[in-house]
């Protein structure tokens, strides 16, 4: 049955949930205080690059399941469930910071309708469910968590078509309430309590995390002693107790959520008087992959890399989105910066350079940045980047030298066309 929806915050998994859940029948409203956001929002205008999202929002608008307001009118916060999608950023100790997500329940707290329900799916540390209770402070309203496990670039098959739904409820007919929401989405639903939902949320990101630095370790074993990463990965992968998915080694982990949400776990564990030495591990396993990449350029190019002209290929944390928040591809080429190279680089989203790379220059094509540079480096998998002209690349550049921190390129095609190509655990 249609359920009268409210989401608070239109960043990412907003905008996501409102869109899919309106696809899935119920009315929605979204709100956020952005005015001039939610002005375009209302003209079917998407303000974030995400595979398929501009069609569910225009069919949400079409079919009036979906709408947005730039004011918390008292009548919007009345319906049965109010979802809060609010940022929680890295604070400056590694916590989350939760001001966002405390003012607003306290500003809702007096209008909300007897029996709604706040959904919670920012990502939160363990305990938040509890506080959001505590301020909101009536007996008449259930507070339910509700991670989100969506990827940037396929957030909505993500929402639609999930391995599981977390619901975290301290009452049993509250986690029914939400559960329903989801009947027509086939995926088990997993009800637990508050403390679990939240910690399956870090767990997960933190988990993919160790999964891809155990790969990336990987591969510089497999280098060392002669061994392929993509047969090696498709042996792991294989085994069902493994599972094949983020076995992809690359340049590290990057993105709005890993690098945070890994942070705020081992914060959490030790606030809880356990130390996490191996998430601590990972971090810093992921900070030596930035540098072991950054060595790899010195090394194809056979000296200090002073004065060198570098052509970079992506800026984005991986391929299907525009986002360069922490981005690896950042790290790798600040680095490289560091070192004394002169950067040029090429993304088919990125426009502008971040100020820690203001040095450097953005072309608005791969050939433009390739042209005269004495090692071309691939940062991120960018599908488009196999099907570049390799063969007029190779006469344009200066030195035919490539590093394929991503494994996208076929190593034998590139030699043939005589370049000197390395990559990560390849032979
Ligand atoms: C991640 C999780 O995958 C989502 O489930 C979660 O909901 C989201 O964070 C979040 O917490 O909001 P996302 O940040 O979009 O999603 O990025 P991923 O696709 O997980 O990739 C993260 C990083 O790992 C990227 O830098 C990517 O290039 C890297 N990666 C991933 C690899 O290097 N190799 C792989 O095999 C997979």
Redesign the pocket.
Same mark, same amino acid.
């Given at each position: 049955m249609a359920k009268q929806i409210t989401i608070i915050g239109t960043g990412?998994?907003g905008l996501t949930t409102g869109a899919c859940l309106a696809y899935l029948g119920h009315q929605v409203v979204c709100i956020d205080t952005n005015v001039e956001k939610i002005a375009e929002l209302n003209s079917g205008i998407c303000p974030i690059y995400e595979k398929g999202l501009p069609d569910l929002l225009a069919k949400g608008l079409e079919t009036e399941r979906l709408s947005f307001s730039d004011t918390a009118d008292t009548k919007l916060l009345q319906n049965e469930f109010i979802f809060l999608c609010l940022p929680t950023p890295q604070a400056e100790d590694g916590r989350a910071e939760l001001s966002a997500i405390y003012e607003v329940a306290e500003s809702l707290k007096s209008f909300l309708s007897s029996k709604a329900i706040v959904v919670n799916k920012s990502?939160v540390p363990v305990g938040t469910c509890k506080v959001i209770s505590q301020i909101i402070g009536r007996e008449d309203i259930d507070i339910v968590s509700n991670?989100?496990?969506?990827?940037?670039?396929?957030?909505i098959e993500?929402f639609l078509k999930p391995d599981r739904i977390i619901i975290g409820a301290n009452a049993i007919e509250a986690s029914d309430r939400v559960a329903e929401l989801y009947s027509n989405l086939e995926s088990p639903i997993i009800q637990v309590d508050w403390a679990s939902a939240e910690t399956v +949320?870090y767990a997960?990101?933190s988990f993919?995390?160790m +999964?891809?630095s155990f790969?990336?370790a990987l591969a510089a074993v497999c280098e060392a002693v002669g061994a392929d990463i993509e047969l090696v990965a498709k042996g792991l992968g294989t085994d069902n107790r493994i599972g094949s +998915? @983020?076995?992809?080694?690359?340049?590290?982990?990057?993105?709005?959520? @890993?690098p945070k949400?890994m942070q705020a776990l081992v914060r959490l564990a030790s606030d809880s008087g356990y130390k996490f030495e191996l998430l601590e591990a990972v971090v810093d396993a992921n900070a030596q992959q930035f540098k072991r990449i950054a060595e790899k350029v010195e090394k194809a190019v056979g000296k200090s890399l002073e004065g060198v002209h570098v052509a970079v290929l992506g800026l984005t @944390?991986?391929?299907g989105?525009d986002?360069i928040r922490?981005?690896?591809a950042i790290a790798v080429s600040k680095l490289l910066s560091e070192l004394g190279a002169q950067l040029n680089f090429y993304d088919p989203l990125v426009e502008s350079l971040p100020e820690e790379l203001s040095d450097g220059i953005v072309h608005d094509s791969a050939e433009k940045a390739v042209t005269n540079t004495e090692v071309i480096v691939i940062l991120?998998?960018w599908p488009e980047f196999k099907d570049l002209d390799w063969i007029k690349f190779q006469r344009i550049a200066k030195s035919s030298k490539i590093v394929d921190a991503?494994n996208l390129l076929n190593p034998q095609t590139l030699r043939d066309i005589g370049f000197e190509y390395a990559s990560l655990g390849r032979k």
């Open positions: 990412y998994v990502t991670p989100e496990f969506l990827r940037e670039g396929s957030a993500d +949320k997960t990101n993919l995390a +999964k891809v790969v990336n +998915k @983020f076995l992809q080694p690359g340049p590290g982990w990057g993105g709005s959520c @890993f949400d @944390f991986k391929a989105t986002d922490n981005s690896p991120t998998e991503r």
